[in-house]
């Protein structure tokens, strides 16, 4: 699926034993396997996948009042799986490869983000913290409906219980700070960059949606239903290409010329539009927790729906005709009597 979700999947697994790993007066199991998913993250895409651990276990061991955690032996075991997981990779890199490519690889693969010409930042230390919203969509309406007056109840105690038994919300939205601070100080900004930071939202959000009043949570799917219904009307109206001029000719409308290319528009448009019917009709919406779960398999056919049918790279590896492809232009540069073509100029 690409290094981005590898990445971010490693780095989530990594952060979730090594939450277990600090909460557990000695953990031999949960501190070395999260240091292991934490550097297998760093080698997949950059030493932001190490760095934002480290520094997010030194604020919440801070806060927590449990700094002497760092000294016990597990955690020199986690360290020590922490720098040997790079360091072989790089030994069996140059044993089995060129040295100097392989060296190159493994400082341009961790320390060049923190180099010039990428650093110091070129771009708005703010694009992370606006395109963040954006990205959230339709889920950042989540706060309108969540009930203020109950959720801001006895907020010290609520506060004081994050440094024991509720550790995990202390430690999601610490490393949601630290990733953010992190991610702003780069100095190329992409938004493929925040995923790492997506599962600890779905987290938050997905608690929040959870213990919406009924009332509330009738509301926000009712909105939810109705965007998906927009989603349908829209990849219906952009799926039918050869009703576009007869339609221009009436209602001046402009249509890309890229949705031409793209197919599977009607059949992306039928699961926006089971979505509608299934939260306006199907399910009770007063049951956050229900409906949270037809959403999630919603999106996640969605998801699966358009990589399949309009990603043609993907089409051909599901159909199998990757390998076809590449075989019939293996035959069109070997001519047909076995003879190699005659070197051509470069």
């Known amino acids: 699926m690409g290094p981005e979700l590898l990445f971010t999947g490693l780095l989530t697994l990594g952060l979730a034993c090594l939450l277990r790993g600090w909460n557990k007066e000695r953990s031999f199991l949960w501190l070395p396997l999260s240091c292991a998913c934490i550097a297998l993250a760093g080698l997949t895409n950059g030493i932001f996948g190490i760095i934002l651990p480290l520094f997010g ?3 919440f061991l801070a806060w927590k009042g449990t700094f002497a955690r760092l000294n016990r032996a597990d955690s020199l075991v986690g360290f ?5 997981l790079p360091l072989a990779w790089l030994g069996a890199a140059m044993l089995l490869g060129s040295h100097d490519a ?4 493994l400082c341009a693969q961790l320390i060049t983000p923190l180099l010039p010409p990428y650093w110091p930042p070129k771009d708005p230390v703010w694009l992370y913290a606006a395109t963040l919203p954006i990205a959230l969509v339709p889920w950042i309406l989540v706060p309108l409906c969540v009930s203020w007056s109950s959720a801001l109840a006895r907020p010290l105690a609520r506060l004081a ?3 024991k038994e509720n550790s995990g919300s202390a430690w999601i939205w610490i490393h949601l700070a630290a990733g953010l601070l992190l991610l702003s100080a780069m100095s190329a900004k992409f938004c493929l960059n925040m995923m790492p930071l997506m ?8 608690k929040a949606i959870v213990n919406l009043p009924p009332a509330n949570s009738r509301a926000f799917f009712l909105v939810l239903a109705g965007l998906f219904g927009l989603a349908a009307l829209t990849l219906g109206l952009a799926g039918l290409t050869q009703f576009w001029p007869q339609i221009q000719d009436v209602v001046p409308l402009p249509y890309p010329k890229a949705f031409a290319a793209i197919k599977g528009l009607p059949v992306l448009a039928g ?3 089971l979505a509608a019917l299934a939260l306006w009709k199907l399910v009770d919406r007063r049951f956050p927790g229900a409906c949270l779960l037809l959403c999630a398999i919603a999106i ?3 998801c699966l729906s358009a990589l399949r049918l309009t990603s043609p790279g993907m089409q051909d590896i599901f159909l199998g005709k990757a390998a076809v492809t590449e075989q019939k232009q293996h035959n069109d540069e070997v001519p047909a009597s076995g003879q190699e073509k005659p070197a051509q100029n470069p």
Request: proline share 3%.
């Open 57 to 59: 276990s030194l604020a």
């Open 80 to 84: 020590a799986v922490l720098l040997s």
């Open 102 to 105: 392989q060296l190159r690889a």
């Open 161 to 163: 219980s994050t440094r």
């Open 199 to 206: 599962p600890l939202l779905a987290i938050v959000l997905g």
């Open 271 to 273: 699961i926006c539009l």
């Open 300 to 302: 996640t056919a969605l």
